[in-house]
C-alpha cells in the first residue's frame, strides 16, 4: 500500500511545485559545491572566454614563465540516479564539458607562452569517469593548432594524488566512516534553523512536517541546484527556498566540508602533504632545469580531481581560515564567513601555481617567483599577503610542510585504542 501511494505523493509534489510562485533571486550563490563557476566568475555569463577585469599584483616585463601547475576539480557533473528520476531529461551535452574546454582556452591565453605549439603537456586525473572525462575536454579545448605530441593526449590515472583521501586509512577511519565525526552537520540538522526551513517546505507543499527531514530537503535544494548548473533554468524545486533558507542550507553544506575536507580535524589537510610536496618536486626541477640552461621538461601540468581534492590542500596552506570553527551553535556568528565553499571549489575550481624567471634583478632569490591564481584570480601568500612571492620566501614560508608532512606517517592508524575525538 505504501509503495502504491508513492507515485501518486510524488505526483502531487510536483503539481505543488509547478503552481508555486517564481523562485526568490539569489539562490545560485548558497549552493555550496554544487555551485556553477559563473558564480565565482560572473563575466563569464555574458563571454565565456573572457579573462576578466584586469587584477593587481603584476610582473615585470623580465619576467617569463616557466612552469604552470593546475589542480582542476572536475566540471559541472550529471545528479545521481535519484536525482535524475527527478529531473527528467538532461540537456543533450553535458555543461561539464563545456567548463573545461573554455577554462584550456583562457589558461592558454593567458600564458599564452606556455601553451605554445610543441610544448610538453601533462595530463593526469583520478580514476573517476567524470574527472577523466573533464581531461579530455580540456585538452580539446586547445585545439588541433597546439601540437602536445597528438590531438589524444594521454590521461595519466593518478588516485595516489588526486584522490589522497581514499589512500589515507587514518582518514577514512576517524572522519569518513565515522560517524560520530560528523556530530556538528547532525546537531545543526536538528537545530533551529533548519527546523525553521522543514516547517516552511512541509506548508509549501501540505505535508506533515514529520514526513520530511534535512536530508530530503537538502535534495530538493539540490536538484535546484542542477537544473541551473546544467541546464541554466530555474527549477520548479527552487520556489520552495527563500534566499534565508538558502543560507541555511549553504551553511548545512560548509559545516559538512569543513569537519570532511577542511579545518575540522588535522588529517583532512595533512592527507593532501603528498600533493603539496609534489607540486614543490615539480617546481624544484623547473628551477633547477633553468638554472642549467635546459629546456623545462614539464612547462604544462594539468591535474583533474575532485573538491575533495582542493579543499584539504587549500586548508593545508592556510587559506580561508576562520577564527572559531564551524559549529552547529554559531550559524548566526559565521554569516561573514571565510570558509564558503562555494566560492572555493565550485565546479571546475582550479588552483593554479605560475613559477616565472626574471631577469635583471637586485639579488639572486628574486630570479624565480611564483603567482597562485585560485579560480583564475590571483591569490595573496598567506606569508606577506601579497600576490607575487620569490619561490626561496615561499619555500621558507612552508618548509615545515615540505620537510616533515610525511604521508605514510601522517595515515597511519594510531595502534593505541583511542576514540577518534582524542586521536584528531
Known amino acids: 500500500a505504501v509503495a502504491a501511494m508513492a507515485p501518486r505523493r510524488e505526483a502531487g509534489l510536483l503539481l505543488l511545485l509547478l503552481v508555486l510562485p517564481p523562485a526568490s533571486a539569489g539562490l545560485s550563490s548558497y549552493f555550496g559545491t554544487k555551485s556553477r563557476y559563473e558564480e565565482v566568475n560572473p563575466h563569464l555569463v555574458s563571454d565565456p572566454l573572457s579573462l576578466g577585469p584586469e587584477?593587481?599584483?603584476?610582473?615585470?616585463?623580465?619576467c617569463t614563465p616557466l612552469q604552470l601547475r593546475v589542480v582542476l576539480r572536475h566540471g559541472t557533473r550529471y545528479p545521481t540516479a535519484g536525482q535524475i528520476r527527478r529531473l527528467g531529461e538532461l540537456h543533450a551535452r553535458p555543461q561539464g564539458r563545456r567548463d573545461m574546454e573554455q577554462l584550456a582556452r583562457r589558461?592558454?591565453?593567458?600564458?599564452?607562452a606556455l601553451f605554445a605549439a610543441r610544448r610538453r603537456?601533462?595530463?593526469?586525473?583520478?580514476?573517476?569517469?567524470?574527472c577523466l572525462q573533464s581531461g579530455a575536454a580540456f585538452r580539446r579545448g586547445l585545439g588541433p593548432t597546439l601540437d602536445f605530441g597528438g590531438d589524444e593526449v594521454e590521461v595519466e590515472v593518478n588516485d595516489?594524488?588526486?584522490r589522497f583521501f581514499d589512500h589515507c586509512a587514518k582518514f577514512v577511519a576517524l572522519v569518513e566512516e565515522n560517524d560520530t565525526a560528523m556530530c556538528q552537520v547532525n546537531a545543526f540538522k536538528e537545530g533551529p534553523e533548519m527546523k525553521k526551513v522543514l516547517e516552511k517546505v512541509a506548508s509549501a507543499l501540505c505535508l506533515p512536517v514529520e514526513e520530511l527531514n534535512a536530508d530530503l530537503v537538502q535534495v530538493a535544494f539540490l536538484t535546484c541546484s542542477y537544473e541551473l548548473a546544467i541546464k541554466n533554468v530555474t527549477s520548479p524545486w527552487c520556489s520552495l527556498f527563500s534566499e534565508e533558507d538558502a543560507k541555511v542550507l549553504e551553511y548545512l553544506n560548509d559545516l559538512k566540508q569543513y569537519w570532511k575536507r577542511g579545518y575540522g580535524y588535522d588529517i583532512n589537510s595533512r592527507s593532501s602533504c603528498i600533493l603539496f610536496q609534489d607540486i614543490f618536486q615539480h617546481l624544484d626541477k623547473a628551477v633547477e632545469e633553468s638554472k642549467s640552461s635546459k629546456p623545462i621538461s614539464s612547462p604544462l601540468i594539468v591535474q583533474v580531481g575532485h573538491a575533495e581534492t582542493l579543499q584539504p590542500l587549500l586548508a593545508l596552506m592556510g587559506y580561508f581560515k576562520d577564527h572559531e570553527p564551524l559549529l552547529a551553535s554559531n550559524y548566526a556568528r559565521q554569516a561573514q564567513r571565510k570558509f564558503r565553499s562555494g566560492r572555493i571549489v565550485p565546479y571546475a575550481a582550479n588552483l593554479a601555481f605560475v613559477l616565472y624567471h626574471c631577469e635583471h634583478v637586485n639579488a639572486s632569490q628574486e630570479e624565480y617567483r611564483v603567482q597562485l591564481l585560485l579560480n583564475e584570480k590571483l591569490l595573496s601568500f598567506q606569508h606577506s599577503n601579497e600576490t607575487t612571492s620569490t619561490y626561496t620566501d615561499l619555500k621558507d614560508y612552508y618548509r615545515d610542510?615540505?620537510?616533515?608532512?610525511?604521508?605514510?606517517?601522517?595515515?597511519?592508524?594510531?595502534?593505541?585504542?583511542v576514540t577518534a575525538v582524542d586521536e584528531l
Do not use: I, W, Y
Open 121 to 130: 603537456l601533462a595530463l593526469a586525473s583520478s580514476s573517476k569517469h567524470r
Open 160 to 162: 595516489s594524488l588526486m
Open 107 to 112: 589558461m592558454a591565453a593567458r600564458f599564452p
Open 55 to 62: 587584477a593587481g599584483g603584476s610582473l615585470p616585463a623580465s
Open 401 to 417: 610542510l615540505l620537510e616533515n608532512c610525511h604521508f605514510k606517517e601522517e595515515c597511519e592508524l594510531p595502534q593505541l585504542n
